[in-house]
Every structure is written in C-alpha cells, then in structure tokens.
C-alpha cells in the first residue's frame, strides 16, 4: 500500500495487518515497520520509481493507493511545477500501480484494488485544493473504468472518500475553515485515521465481494449526494 508512514496510510496498514495480510508500505518519507511487514521509500512521481516498487514489492494481490499531496496554493499563483506534481503522485502513480497489478491479480482469479479518494472529488468544497481535489476525482472515474475491466476476473476496484480526518493534512488548515467545516458535519467532529481504515479493510475482505466501482463516504454526513 502506498502513503502508510503516516496518518490515514499508517492506519490502514494496521487494519490490513490485523486481517492477517503482509503489508509492504510505500511512502517517499521514511517509515518505521511498523504495523507493515516491510517497507519500501520511493516517489510516485517518478514512473521508474514506481516499477521499483513493483519490482521490490513481489507478488501483490491487494493494492491501495492512499499516497497523495497536496499544496495549499491559491488557485491564481498555482504553479506548473505544482500541478504537475500533484497529477503525478494522486493520480498517475494511482494508473501505474493499478495497470501493472490488475492483469496479475486477474489472472489468479482474485484481487483487490482500492483508491483512497477525498470528499472534495465530490462537491470541490476544497477552494484551497483544487488540482488535489480534481486527481482526487480522476482516481474515483479511474476505479469504476478497472471494476469494469477486472471485475469479470473477480478483481474489485472500489473507492473510499474521506472528509476531515485527523491528520498531519488537515492540521494545517486555519481554525476558522476547521470551525465552518464542523460546523457542516452533522457528526459534529472529524474522523479519525482508523475509522477510514476499517472500510478500507472491509473493502478487500470476503464480505465485500459483491461490492465494485463503488465509493464509500466516510465523511460524518458532510457530503450526501
């Protein structure tokens, strides 16, 4: 899995870890072990960066794809570099991964795949994150294009979209967004790092093998469309 030092990855991890899987962790900063069984530093933003991960990693038959940055740029001083960095590592590294697993996975006869996406791919309430927000919906598409492909060959390719998590990714934002988007949650708080890991990990067990191409909001009533 990729993005698992820290955060929404590194729970995960431990999710995944406790079903009885062995995780082999991704991530361009350096990780303790941890919850993975073993892990792997690499930027996804470089194609042949990611073919060593395929490489090192071996045999995968479940993948989820949770790296992802973003930068807090206004939309008007956004710059080349920046968009095309972002597109790189949320979404192009997402492809990458996913192209070179998917025909493995279906020929064993079994896979799984799972995008981690984000609620501003849902209603781009994320003004201070728009190209994140918009790699974020192009993982969502991308997913339902693999659960078309790969689901014939019992391969399922879902999406997790979580809303305000407590993260090191949110712990930036100003207290004045944090208190309006509270107060746009029914829940009346964020999420935390395990609450979208267990999805993730219903997602790939046997109990959601029924389950493709589809989204789960993790998002404590803030988006219901």
């Given at each position: 899995m990729t993005g698992s030092a820290r955060g929404i990855g590194r729970a995960i991890a431990g999710a995944l870890d406790e079903q009885g899987l062995e995780v082999v962790g991704v991530d361009v900063l350096e990780q303790a072990d941890g919850p993975c069984s073993s892990t792997i530093r690499a930027d996804l933003?470089?194609?042949?960066?990611?073919?060593?991960?395929?490489?090192?990693?071996?045999?995968?038959?479940?993948?989820?794809?949770?790296?992802?940055?973003?930068?807090?740029?206004?939309?008007?001083?956004?710059?080349?570099?920046?968009?095309?960095?972002?597109?790189?590592?949320?979404?192009?590294?997402?492809?990458?991964?996913?192209?070179?697993?998917?025909?493995?996975?279906?020929?064993?006869g079994w896979g799984r795949i799972v995008n981690v996406s984000s609620i501003g791919a849902r209603d781009g309430r994320l003004a201070h994150g728009t190209v994140y927000a918009?790699?974020?919906?192009?993982?969502?598409?991308?997913?339902?294009?693999?659960?078309?492909?790969?689901?014939?060959?019992?391969?399922?390719?879902?999406?997790?979209?979580?809303?305000?998590?407590?993260?090191?990714?949110?712990?930036?934002?100003?207290?004045?967004?944090?208190?309006?988007?509270?107060?746009?949650?029914?829940?009346?708080?964020?999420c935390a790092p395990e609450e979208v890991a267990a999805v993730v990990a219903f997602l790939v067990g046997e109990s959601a093998a029924f389950v493709n191409g589809a989204t789960l909001d993790?998002?404590?009533?803030?988006?219901?469309?």
């Open positions: 933003a470089d194609p042949v960066e990611c073919r060593r991960v395929l490489d090192e990693a071996g045999r995968v038959d479940v993948l989820v794809n949770n790296a992802a940055i973003v930068f807090r740029t206004a939309v008007e001083d956004f710059t080349v570099e920046e968009f095309d960095r972002t597109v790189a590592v949320n979404m192009r590294a997402v492809f990458l991964l996913s192209q070179a697993c998917a025909p493995a996975m279906a020929a064993r918009a790699t974020k919906a192009g993982v969502t598409v991308m997913a339902r294009s693999f659960a078309r492909r790969y689901g014939p060959a019992g391969v399922t390719t879902n999406v997790v979209a979580p809303g305000g998590v407590e993260t090191e990714m949110v712990a930036g934002i100003e207290p004045e967004t944090r208190a309006q988007y509270l107060a746009d949650i029914p829940a009346g708080r964020f993790v998002n404590g009533g803030w988006y219901t469309g």
